[in-house]
């Protein structure tokens, strides 16, 4: 059964700083991973999805990376605010399941 | 703007009272389903459904219904709530899910729910 792992589970930077949060999966046949940010209380916002093929997907900030043979994806914050403070997850999709696989997530905070 | 809906919100409610949480969402999703979140044990999947009257269990099922009589509506029923079920829960969808699609998921906003 697909195990996921993020960490570390908590991070704490000061702002400025460039971050790179993990997330190991443990059976390589996947689809795609997505990357999750969750304000506490509130729904899950969609960041990046990484398809299988691919090696890296980029939207302002964040660089999602994904090393499908070592079941690994890094997700990297340049310049971390105080405003990226959240908790962070990553999803993979399986190959031979319909249920998504999420990890625990890192709990970020980005102070001043 | 396309997104995914849950109401009530927020819901306090005792023992035993049947309740429905509504989820709809207007992209035209066929995969929908739902999550519950607790501390500690992250988020788990509850039902999930590949489109209109089909619908399977996902790995916390006990003590929940649904229904996808429509393709953009996805009600979470508890016929018998207990304080176990205390949570928070997301409902979500993606275009497709099947063997060989990729898609993202797309999250509600969470409904809190609170059984006394």
């Known amino acids: 059964k697909q195990e996921v792992t993020q960490i570390p589970a908590a991070l704490s930077v000061p702002e400025g700083e460039n971050l790179v949060l993990n997330c190991s999966f443990t059976d390589s046949a996947i689809y795609n991973l997505q990357w999750f940010r969750q304000d506490p209380g509130k729904g899950l916002t969609s960041l990046l999805l990484?398809?299988?093929?691919?090696r890296e997907q980029t939207s302002g900030r964040l660089n999602a990376s994904l090393d499908k043979s070592s079941g690994r994806s890094t997700l990297y914050i340049a310049a971390s605010q105080p405003g990226d403070s959240a908790t962070y997850l990553c999803?993979?999709?399986?190959?031979?399941?319909?249920?998504?696989?999420f990890g625990r997530g890192t709990s970020l905070i980005v102070h001043p | 703007e396309a997104q995914v809906t849950q109401n009530p919100r927020y819901l306090i409610t005792v023992t035993g009272k049947k309740l429905t949480v509504t989820c709809s969402q207007n992209?035209?999703?066929?995969?929908m389903s739902w999550y519950r979140q607790d501390p500690g044990l992250g988020l788990r999947q509850i039902y999930y459904s590949m489109n209109v009257e089909v619908t399977d269990k996902g790995d916390v099922p006990e003590g929940y219904k649904v229904s996808r009589k429509e393709k953009r509506n996805f009600p979470l029923i508890l016929e018998s709530p207990s304080p176990n079920q205390t949570s928070l829960y997301f409902c979500?969808?993606?275009?497709?899910?099947?063997?060989?699609?990729?898609?993202?998921?797309?999250f509600g906003p969470g409904t809190r729910l609170t059984v006394t």
């Open positions: 999803a993979v999709k399986g190959r031979g399941s319909y249920i998504p696989t």
């Open positions: 992209m035209n999703h066929e995969y």
């Open positions: 990484i398809q299988s093929s691919q």
């Open positions: 979500a969808s993606s275009l497709s899910w099947w063997q060989g699609d990729s898609y993202e998921q797309y």
